[in-house]
């Protein structure tokens, strides 16, 4: 064989190599995003969830998700190929009978809100063991929605007291639960249905946005002053079923959950005004709560409550995976 042959045949072979090391790479976050088509993570088949809040971890691409139904916590991986959602907490445990908003520090840290029982938890996601237990001793409340502080502050709506509360940073690793603001001495005035909801706050820590669903009013809270300013929004816009949103730079997401419509407002710089500049759907959207942002796109929960009076759901439950559209 003469030494051109053979070198062409070593060439072949090391690229004969190379295509099949690359089909046997398990699949990446590069490679499950390729191109802008929608994601399905699936939930066990048989799980009657009804989940409505996500939390997503930036370090380990995890995600985590609550059911309304028995307070199971779910958790998904952003990064590898595996689109299945697993338990990783299991229903009533630590007295957790619901969960519904929730979100994860950088320290991995994750802050349940308990819906009607008044509950929040704090969990290690590594471990899976509980922090810290805390309850407003509210049974007439609605515990809806949670953003982290900077500080290591966490702050809840209650969508039927008005009132704020935070678990504050106690200075000993734990958390200390306080009635932060009552909303009745505020532009915040509660009706009736569902109020606060959706909630969170400038990566500086300065200011809390809230989302208000029955009038679809939107606010920023100062956090050292606990001043309260409407967000007026152009043309007189309402965010009428807004539930969960995310505010990114200066683009505020809004989840409205049974429109199945996700929009984006451009807020201007002092958060106290803006402007819609887009919306989009998705046939894979089923009544449309939370939502969170791993990279490019959106993890957006389909809780599908408009199913939860008739029990007949559609299974298994999922979370969908949509890239963000560009705004002007």
């Keep these: 064989m003469n030494l051109r042959k053979s070198t062409t045949i070593f060439v072949c072979l090391l690229l004969a190599a190379a295509v099949f090391s690359l089909a046997l790479r398990p699949a990446t976050t590069a490679d499950a995003h390729h191109g802008n088509q929608t994601l399905l993570y699936s939930f066990p088949a048989a799980d009657i969830v009804f989940p409505e809040g996500i939390a997503y971890h930036e370090g380990s691409r995890d995600f985590f998700v609550g059911s309304t139904n028995g307070g199971a916590v779910y958790r998904g991986n952003e990064l590898r190929g595996n689109r299945q959602i697993k338990p990783f907490l299991p229903a009533g445990s630590d007295g957790r009978t619901t969960a519904i908003g929730m979100k994860v520090n950088s320290a991995g840290q994750l802050f349940i809100a308990g819906g009607g029982t008044g509950g929040i938890w704090v969990y290690d996601t590594d471990l899976g063991e509980l922090l810290g237990s805390f309850n407003t001793g509210r049974t007439n409340g609605f515990l809806n929605d949670v953003a982290l502080a900077p500080d290591g502050s966490a702050y809840f709506t209650d969508s039927l007291v008005p009132i704020l509360f935070r678990l504050a940073p106690d200075g000993q690793g734990g958390w200390e639960l306080e009635e932060w ?7 915040i005035q509660y009706v009736q249905g569902f109020n606060l909801n959706g909630i969170d706050i400038t990566p500086d820590g300065m200011y809390l946005i809230v989302v208000q669903s029955n009038t679809g009013k939107l606010f920023r809270i100062a956090t050292d002053t606990k001043e309260v300013t409407e967000i007026v929004l152009a043309g007189g816009d309402r965010m009428t079923t807004g539930d969960g949103i995310l505010l990114d730079g200066q ?12 929009v984006q407002l451009r807020l201007n710089a002092n958060f106290t005004g803006g402007q819609q500049v887009g919306s989009f759907t998705n046939s894979a959207f089923g009544f449309t709560t939370t939502i969170a942002k791993a990279d490019n796109r959106l993890l957006v ?27 002007p």
Excluded: E, K
């Design 181 to 187: 603001l009552d909303l009745n001495t505020t532009p």
């Design 251 to 262: 683009i505020l997401y809004v989840a409205r959950n049974s429109l199945n419509l996700i």
């Design 301 to 327: 929960v389909n809780a599908q409550f408009n199913r939860h009076g008739t029990n007949d759901p559609v299974l298994p439950f999922t979370v969908a995976s949509v890239v963000i559209p560009d705004t």
